[in-house]
């Protein structure tokens, strides 16, 4: 029996400790063998054969042995480390860690060092006595080389999901339910769904993610994890003390969701390997999107416009005061954006916008100076005027721009889908050709001289497709954005009736952009040029009724040429 003395310098026995540890994956594949249960009863029956009488048991359950960062782990050892234990006993080897290097520290150092006796029973190891601990650093080696073939077996099977269409990630985004008939089902949970199509309106509206936070808080919406919870349905979340203290990080979150379209995304990320579980997050080119897994929540037009408007931060001024456009207007002669001037002292009409670079006439730009009800008032006859346009002749307005340059033609589309494709598997097969020279040169089939001509060479050519197959990624793209922001533009201006007022949802919808010019006064009145771009087809002129009838003669003569897919 171990002992030690206690403040009164009375004598207490040590504690002998029972670690027990459950992996999911342990747990799919010998579930009664290495069950919890099973190993504390493996465990109190050797230690009542022993005569251990102050045990006491440590459980980590569905934790991976890969990492030594588990709960009941970390509170054995600091006891061991304040000399409260005296012994640590295990059921086999891979419950205590299949980390080889950690592993052996402390069983054949940080142990021994501290007076403690671990012991293995399924190995026979004691390291007390020395019985079995020349055999350890292999049963050590054995267990992390079987973490790394499960790690790999894993990785191959969500591969072969992806590859048969099917998503990697069983974790369900607020708004959806897994079909009780079936697990790869998605169902739309609809309390849940409203508030994410109320988030993605507040952003098309112009609202930023703590405003969207403060306003779901002010309306009393329970966050995701008090929701399951009020529904009773299990997560992993932690219900905050306040059940409608929405986190900017998940407004975030919720709006970044591409899967809300109905598609599944995987590969978002991955770790760093199977022992350091630190999570990398892939770049948005390789991720996998499975278009039609459920049933959307939010259409994908919309979904893309919005991600479009985050890219546009809109501060508030001093006032607390926003216009309609703010992040849009810009001067077409500098570029910068136009800067909202709203001061207490300036009455609603006396708003206005000035160049950022003007800086009261010490700047390098001229001021751009427009009235903010004066743009507004442009920029509603401009919204009219196109959806009566579209209303009244969209055959006429899908013709204009299938004559438009900025509509990417299919050739042009096919020509870089190909330059991409061959472009991506050259820069792999480089790197094929960049490790056999490297082979090579240390075999001595390459001479130095030579190896370092190829490699250059090598290199400077997989630089320049790599930038080639980056611009042409990037223009299909921006003619993929293009698609879809029209899309959006025609079903918002087919479903608009009589507009007296703009909406912030409305003009997100449907500007993209606007230039305000200089003032002219050649003419003896102030005159100020509004330059307006639509979303997806950028500025429109409406034609006369002579232009419109010559443009449908021509549709009705050369149907076949002007067809665009809207």
Known sequence: MTTANNINGQTEEKITALYCRLSVDDEKKDAESNSITNQKQILLDYCQKQGFTNTMFFVDDGISGTSFERGGFQQMQKMVEEGKICRVIVKDLSRFGREMVEAGRLTQIVYPSLGVTFISLHENVNSTTGEGMEMLPFYNIFNEWYAAQTSKKIRAVWQSKAENGKRVSPTVPFGYVKDPDDKEKWLIDEPAAEVVRKIYALCLAGRGPSQIARQLEKEKILVPSAYYESVGRSHAQKVPTNPYSWDQKTVVGIIENRQYTGCAVNFKSTTVSYKVHKKIHNATEDYQIIPNMQEPIISEEQWLRVQELRKHRRRPTATGRASLFSGLVYCPDCGAKLHFCAAKSLKRNQEFWRCSNYKDGRGTCQIHYIRDVVLERIVLEAISSLADFVKCHESVFLYMLAKKTNAM??????????????????????????????????????????????????????????????????????????????????????????????????????????????????????????????????????????????????????????????
């Open 409 to 566: 033609r299919q050739k042009e589309h096919k020509r870089l889908e190909q330059a991409v494709e061959q472009g991506t598997k050259r820069i792999a097969e480089i790197d094929r050709l960049i490790e056999k020279v490297f082979e090579q040169n240390a075999i001595g089939v390459l001479s130095d001289e030579r190896f370092s001509k190829m490699l250059q060479s090598y290199e400077k050519e997989q630089k320049a497709l790599t930038q080639e197959v980056a611009e042409s990624r990037q223009t299909l793209e921006e003619a993929k954005q293009k698609a879809t922001d029209l899309r959006l533009l025609l079903r918002t201006l087919r479903e608009m009736t009589e507009i007296n007022e703009l909406t912030p949802t409305l003009v997100n919808s449907l500007i993209e952009r606007i230039e305000v010019h200089n003032n002219d006064k050649s003419s003896g009145h102030c005159y100020v040029k509004v330059d307006i771009y639509f979303t997806a087809v950028g500025m429109i002129d409406i034609p006369t009724e002579q232009e419109i009838l010559a443009m449908m003669e021509e549709i009705r003569a050369n149907p076949q040429d002007f067809r665009f897919v809207a």
